[in-house]
């Protein structure tokens, strides 16, 4: 692709170490603890920049350096499969204050919608496997699958904990040419995306304290400021707002 997204980043800081927890045996008929062992790797990047590329220009999202610390965890052993999730990874990303122009807005739409947006891979074929008759050539032992998390279609077997948390944003939104048109605001932002034993992928997402202001200064606009703000559960309260909002 000619668009995507670039990091630059001046160092790197990796250290690991070993942890080890008594955890209930989830195979066992009477409560029986066992001890797990975990490696823990963590990665410090105290300076990155990010950039957007398109095909025509390239320009720079972060207005000041971010930190990031990404920390992953994950079971050492002979009964690692019976560890739920067995990949946790966590990332944490000081404040982050971004100038976005449309080019780049495309960007990290279809970076989102193409990847993480995305339809299950195979899913009919998995649903069709479980539906398999016991008699059947091809048949799968349901329990099996669910109890050891295995992908599917010929993948390794995981299931994971994958959390990105913010601390504080910033994001400017403007036109190719500079113009400031809106900007967003928030006091933290936490995305977690996982998938269980189940085989069924989850995203939830966390924010607080969020601010949406126009700034694009047209005079049409300039009763509306402030567009996010606390709106009261009636329906009269509601309806005004509706058409305050038309815009």
């Known amino acids: 692709s000619m668009s995507f997204l670039s990091l630059d980043i001046d160092q790197v800081r990796v250290s690991n170490y070993f942890s080890n927890l008594d955890e209930l045996d989830p195979l066992t008929t009477t409560p029986t603890y066992r001890k797990q062992f975990y490696n823990n790797c963590t990665v410090l990047a105290p300076s990155i920049s990010i950039t957007s590329v398109t095909a025509s220009s390239k320009n720079t999202l972060t207005t000041s350096p971010v930190s990031l610390t990404c920390s992953i965890n994950w079971p050492l052993g002979d009964v690692v499969s019976r560890v739920v999730p067995r990949w946790k990874i966590t990332l944490v990303l000081d404040s982050i204050t971004s100038l976005v122009r449309r080019d780049d807005y495309k960007v990290l739409r279809d970076i989102i919608y193409d990847n993480i947006m995305e339809e299950t891979r195979n899913m009919s074929e998995w649903i069709e496997l479980l539906n398999k008759r016991e008699d059947d050539e091809d048949y ?41 048109n809106c900007e967003v605001r928030g006091d933290f932002f936490v995305w977690s995306y996982s998938k269980d034993k ?25 009763g509306f400021e402030d567009l996010m703000e606390p709106i009261e559960n009636d329906e009269a309260t509601q309806d005004k707002a509706n058409d305050d909002r038309k815009i």
């Open 140 to 180: 799968i032992d349901r329990d099996a699958f669910v109890l050891y998390g295995y992908d599917i279609k010929n993948g390794t077997p995981t299931t994971y904990d994958f959390t990105v948390n913010v601390n504080k944003f910033n994001v400017l939104f403007v036109d190719n040419e500079g113009g400031a």
């Open 198 to 222: 189940d085989m069924r992928t989850c995203m939830k997402v966390e924010s607080g304290g969020i601010c949406l202001r126009q700034k694009s200064g047209n005079k049409e606009l300039g």
